[in-house]
C-alpha cells in the first residue's frame, strides 16, 4: 500500500502523540525528520523513541529552514495550531505545511487571510486530520502503528494545487491510512455529526448518573456502559475541540435537543392516551438512522450474534476463539462483557448470517454455552 | 451456586425467549414444567425445543390448575402481562405467581386492587425481571444458559412473604442468574435511568444520522457506533416498556433535555466569547458520572489500555489472545473494532493498571503492532 515517500525532509513541530507517531512512521519509511517542541523534555523524549532529531526552535537555522526541510507538520494542541501554521509558513519559505487538528475552518480561514498580503502561502499549505481514535497522551504512547488502517481526511481548497495534495496523500499512505478528501467545510459537518455531536450527547446522559443510586448503578448493562464510554475522554482537549467547531456543531445540537422533545411528547401520549403510535415511530427512526453507518470496510450488511458464555480466567477468550477459528468462521465483530455479579463472561460474536447457525450448533458441541443468537 | 429447587412443578405462560429459556434451565434441573401459548405452535415449538409439556388453556384442567401447579411464571410481551398475571392468580388459587416483565409498578398495583375483594393474591405474588441483554427473539433464540451471571430483580411488597421471596430467590439461582432485590418503585426508577433513558438517547441520536452524507458517515468511529448500537432494537417492544414506565422516564428525559441545554449555551458562550470554561465543565461532569458506572463484578477500578493491530482473516483474534494468555494476564475487558477502509481490525485489550506496560512490551516482542496505550 505504501508509495514512493513524497517528501525526504520532514520538520515536526509538536512532538505529542500525534507528532511522534508520525516521526516515528517517517523515520521507519527512510525519511528525515527533525523535531521541535515548547517542551525541550518532550522533544528529547520523542527523539529518544527514535521519531527525528531535536532543533531548537531559538537557534536560527536559517540553512535548516530555507533549503532542507520540505514539509512542515503542525501537531500541535489545537487552540496554537493556527498560529503555528502560519508561523511555518513564514519560518520556511520554500516547504509545505500541513496540520493534523481535527476542526479545519478556523485555520483555512487564517491562511486565507495571510494570502492576502503573501499570495504563495495558500499554495502551499492544506489542512489535514488523521482519525486515530482517542487524542490523548504524550510521546510515550506514540506507536509507528498508530493510524494503520484509520481514515486520516487531507481537506483542500479550490488553490490548492493538485500536486500538494498527492504529495500529501502518499506521505498518509506511507503511513498506513487511508486517505478521504474533502472541503474543510465538509470535513467540519462530518466530525460535527459522527463525532462532536455525540461527545456531547454523551457527556450529557453521563452527567445524569451523578445522581443515580448504588443499587440502580449496578443493574447497568453494556448499553449504558457504551452510552456513556466516551464522555471519559480529556475534557480539556475536547473544549478546544468544540469550541472551534462550535458554529458547526451548535445548530446539530439544538436539532438533537428538539428530537428528544418530540419524543417527550410522546412518552407524555403513550401515558396519557396510551398510545404508542409515535413513540413507536420515533424509535422506528433511530433504527433507520442506526443502519446508515457503515458496517466493516465501508460495507453497511448486517452480521448475526452469538453471545457464549465463558469463565473468567486467563486463556478462555482464546480458547473459544480458537475454536471459532478452527472451524474457519471469520468474526465480523466481537465484545466482551462481563458480569457484574458472577465470575463469568459474556462474548458476543457477530458473524454473517450464513454461518450463525452452524456457528452456533458446533460451539455447543464442544461444551461453550451459547446463551444467545439472533440474525 | 444453584440450590435446592424450591418448585417442583411450574407452568410458564408465554413461550417467547424468556419463557422458553426459563423453561429449559428447569427441566435442566430437574423441575417439571409445562407450558402455555396464545399461539399452539410457538408453545409446540418451545417443548420440542425441551422446556416443557404443552397444555392447551382452553381445555379445563382442573386437577393440573388447582392442586398440582405450585408456581406460575407469566412470561408474556409486557402489554398483556397484568391481565395474565390477574388471570392466572385466579385460575391457579393454590400457586404462587411471578413474572418477568421490565417494568414492575404497573403490575403491582393491578395485584393491589385484585387483592381488595381477594386478599390472598397479594400473599402469592412476587414481580421479578431477569435483566438478559436484549428481549427479542422466539423459542427458536432461547438457551438454558440465557441467565447465566446476569442481575433477576426480585421486587417484593410488604405483603409479601418471606419464604416466597425466599423460595423465587432460589429457583433464580438454580437458572444461573444474579439475585437483587429492591421494591417495584426503586426497580422502575433504576431501570429508567440505566436503560429506558440511554434507549431513547440512542433513538434520537441515530434519528439525527438520517441526514448526514455518505461522506460523513464513512468517517464513523467506534464511538458513534456504541452510542447507537442500542437504537437499532425491536422498536414495538420497547414502546411497550417505556409505555408502562413513562411517568418514571419522562421527568428523566425532560432533566436530560435541560441538561443538553444547558451545553448549548455552554458552547454558544465558547464560541462568541472564547470562553471554554462552562463548557469543560460540563464535559467534567460527564466523565464524573460515566466513573460511577460500576466496573468489572461490582468494582470501579479503571483499567489501563492497549490497542494491537491485527490483520483481519479468520484465527489472528485466537493467536493474539493465546498470546495475552500465555503471559498470565487476565483480560478484564476487550473489543475488536474494524477499519472501514483497510484489511486490518484493531483489539482493545483492558486490563489491570500493573501489567498494561509489560503486556505491550511483550506483545511487540512477539511482533504484535502495538498502536496505543493508555493508564
Redesign the interface.
Known sequence: ?SDTVAFSRVHIVGTGLLGTSIGLGLVNAGTTVTLEDQSPSRAALAAEYGAGTVVTPSVAHAEHRSVDVELVVVATPPDVTPDTVLAALQAYPQAAVIDVASVKGMIVERVAALSESDPGVAKRFVGTHP????E??GPT?A????F????W?ITPVPETPGELVAAVASLIRTL?A?V?T?SPD?HD???A???H??????????????G??V???????????????????D??L???I??HN??T??P??????Q???V??DA??A??SE?S?RS??E?????????????G???GSSRFATL?V?ID????Q???L??D??AL?????????????????G?VELSVTQDVVERLAADLSARGW??????Q
Chains 1, 2 share one sequence.
Open positions: 500500500m482519525m486515530a481514535g482517542r490523548r497522551g504512547n506507536r509507528v502503528d498508530l494503520t488502517g484509520r481514515p481526511v498506513g487511508t478521504h474533502m465538509e459537518q462530518a466530525v455529526v459522527v463525532s455531536l455525540p461527545q456531547l450527547v454523551s457527556s450529557a446522559l453521563a452527567h445524569q448518573l451523578e443515580a443510586s443499587d440502580a448503578l449496578a443493574l447497568s448493562g453494556q448499553g449504558l456502559r457504551d452510552m456513556t464510554r466516551i464522555a471519559a475522554g475534557h480539556e475536547w473544549s478546544q468544540l469550541r462550535a458554529h456543531v451548535l446539530l445540537l439544538t436539532q438533537f435537543r428530537g428528544v422533545q419524543l417527550e412518552l407524555q403513550a401515558w396510551g404508542t413513540l413507536a420515533g424509535l422506528h427512526a433511530g433504527a433507520r438512522g442506526a443502519g446508515q453507518i457503515p466493516k470496510h465501508g453471545v458464555v473468567d480466567r486467563p486463556g477468550l482464546a480458547t476463539l480458537a471459532v477459528g474457519e468462521v471469520n468474526l465480523e465483530d466481537m465484545s466482551l462483557e462481563h458480569s457484574p455479579g458472577a465470575p463469568v459474556f454455552p451459547v446463551a444467545g443468537e439472533s
